[in-house]
């Protein structure tokens, strides 16, 4: 199975926002954590992180023919990026939103999604834990569908 992972704008960044609470979350360690889970499950994993929305498209184009689905952290995006959306739409991209909880990200982008509709979201206290359980319910869901 394949899945991408796209983590979105500032979440490079997410370094910063765990050690106002104490932890040391970076994105380096959720890509590890993602790679540990995705070999248990034999998955092969695709990632990008951007700020650009341009690359996200991109990114999903070039991949529609691979990927059997997508793990998205959308952050800001989740609220006004209809041409991301769009995109989905057209290639037909199953996929799971993953939100941390609030202490990690600036606004509740969970609860206002434009990709909500169609989207299985999760919203989890711990970036880590919200990402592979992510991965997880998106295999799964993904072998019932086959």
Not at 15 to 35: C, M, P, V, Y
Not at 58 to 70: E, K, M, S, V, Y
Not at 87 to 92: D, E, G, I, N
Request: charged residues 20%; proline residues 3%; glycine residues 4%.
């Amino acid at each position: 199975m394949n899945i991408l992972i796209l983590h979105g704008p500032n979440m490079n960044l997410i370094g910063l926002r765990s050690a106002q609470i104490g932890e040391r979350i970076t994105l380096d360690k959720i890509d590890t954590a993602l790679n540990r889970q995705a070999k248990k499950l034999n998955i092969v994993l695709k990632t990008l992180q951007t700020h650009k929305v341009s690359k996200v498209i991109t990114f999903l184009q070039r991949n529609r023919n691979w990927a059997d689905g997508l793990l998205f952290s959308p952050g800001a995006w989740s609220m006004c990026q209809h041409d991301i959306f769009d995109t989905l739409m057209l290639t037909k991209t199953p996929f799971i939103e993953i939100f941390p909880s609030a202490q990690f990200m600036l606004e509740k982008y969970a609860t206002n999604s434009i990709f909500h509709k169609i989207a299985l979201d999760m919203v989890i206290d711990h970036p880590i834990t919200a990402y592979t359980e992510g991965l997880k319910k998106l295999h799964a869901v993904l072998l019932t569908d086959q």
